[in-house]
């Protein structure tokens, strides 16, 4: 097979020995693998892939058919339409996945959308109900919401009941934005349209000290990206008063059980809303999966509506 | 009645007239009544009291005998030893308080423990268990463990068979910590005991970075005082990497719904353990209730082990 390889913080697409399934686990030819942030970190050496996942081929999400099981793995059969978030190596024509953390995909549910939905939808699944709590009637801030993590943490939220508030930094992107449900305000002055119940953080830096000051009492803050700053500045004061929590998150470093929780609960209460179409996974672009090296250059660019994803050409 | 009076930063000892319970109020003669550090920021008018508590009183948490019942009060009667948090008012000869803000006192418990308990058991059992759910095996740290919340802390952790290490700043109090159940280490290091699935930070500042530090997967950051420092600085990916919270609390501003929940989860679940004598109130000293202002002055000293009490000459 071919697989996206990373050479001197250079993709190539390069020849690769067929990885061949263990127990338990499930040989999946990839027919779309998304692209994310953590991507471009690992090209550039910043973000090693954690112990199991192939060290030099990015791509932790993938949608495709099953073409071999392991000893042992009894959950699909060849020819079933998965997808999961993977370590790494999703971007190649082949990959093995343990088989707990594939997720069935849908009928009629198109391959672009398949292999642009498990890391966006588990991460906003995970951040706003796993971690947070998220309730019905509850008011939610999004910030970075046109992202792949946006707008599935805004149509989840919004699927479940709660008032959503919304920051899109790049203005021509916020109708689109509101096309999903939620109320898309300017990102200087958020903290007028709270408080809030919920602050799912996608930027970080001085969005902290603003988002405590707009928290409702009992409210939670979700860290999941820190694009504009890892440090920041904490008044533990502003915290205690609103008896507030703030959160951080990360999918990739976990073990393999809590990863397969987080997979199980998307499929028992996230997989339902992308068969009726009531949530989908906005396509900003694609691009064929051996020009992998183009669709990094269009995702670093910035300004996107949704997902990049790569398509195979079968 | 006589009450503790602010007066221009001093307390006074002062005549006032009786309280008068309003509708599901009770009318306490107070026989105990611990101090709190709010206490000190209070007489220095930097602490106001929430509405509804009287501004010039300090107290927040007292212990005596039912005197009198409000219309439409069930819960007591005439005689009973009951004792609450309250959000001011409680160095006094007489109190009104809630009847569902009240606690009954087991028998046996002597009249300082009664007065000392409220405000450092119930601080403590909502941030270690309703804020952050301790569970048994934990591995739990505790800074600042001296004081009257930082006892009752490890005490309450110990009981629910959690492991505990414990620092304290004032060498010369390790060994009473120690008899608690407590491993005392030194606060330089004591992330070297780590790591942790609980943190009750009782003193804040730069202990935040080390804590964050230390903790364990899914691990808990439960901020309680920040006597060390309010504004600090939090590195948000480690938070994200540990997947950890940080929850800061009070109880003093808490609406009557919430402080009547924190009250009914100690009654169900720590009175007992009080009655029992699995778990008491450190005293560290004993004042007559008139001569408050020398208990403050004990108070300010620092260097205590466990709680500062005011008693009645009754």
Same sequence: chains 1, 2.
Wanted: contains cysteine.
């Amino acid at each position: 097979m071919h697989a996206a390889t990373i050479v001197d913080g250079r993709i190539e697409w390069q020849e690769r020995p067929d990885p061949v399934p263990g127990t338990g686990e499930v040989l999946v030819a990839v027919r779309a693998a998304g692209l994310n942030a953590a991507d471009l970190l690992q090209r550039a050496g910043r973000y090693p892939a954690p112990p199991g996942s192939p060290a030099d081929v990015p791509g932790l999400e993938v949608a495709g058919e099953v073409v071999a099981l392991g000893p042992g793995a009894v959950r699909f059969e060849e020819g079933d339409r998965v997808m999961a978030v993977v370590g790494g190596g999703a971007q190649a024509e082949r990959l093995v996945v343990h088989e707990r953390h594939l997720v069935p995909i849908p009928d009629g549910v198109e391959w672009a959308v398949a292999g642009g939905f498990p890391e966006a939808f588990t991460t906003a699944h995970d951040a706003l109900f796993t971690q947070a709590g998220l309730a019905m009637g509850e008011r939610v801030c999004v910030h970075g919401a046109a992202g792949g993590v946006g707008t599935a943490g805004v149509q989840l939220a919004v699927a479940a009941g709660a008032e959503v508030v919304a920051t899109v930094r790049d203005a021509s992107r916020r109708d689109a934005v509101a096309t999903l449900g939620a109320t898309v305000v300017d990102p200087e002055g958020f903290g007028d349209h709270g408080p809030f119940d919920l602050v799912l953080e996608l930027i970080g830096g001085d969005n902290l000290g603003a988002d405590l000051a707009a928290l409702a009492p009992g409210g939670r803050i979700t860290v999941i990206g820190v694009g504009a700053g890892a440090k920041v500045e904490v008044n533990l004061l502003a915290l205690m008063a609103a008896r507030g929590r703030i959160h951080g998150s990360t999918l990739r470093a976990r073990s393999l059980e809590d990863k397969a929780a987080a997979a199980r609960a998307v499929e028992r209460h996230v997989i339902p809303l992308l068969g009726s179409g009531r949530i989908t996974v906005p396509i900003d672009a694609t691009f064929p999966l051996h020009e992998v090296e183009a669709a990094y250059e269009h995702f670093a660019a910035g300004g996107k509506f949704g997902k990049v994803v790569l398509l195979s050409d079968a």
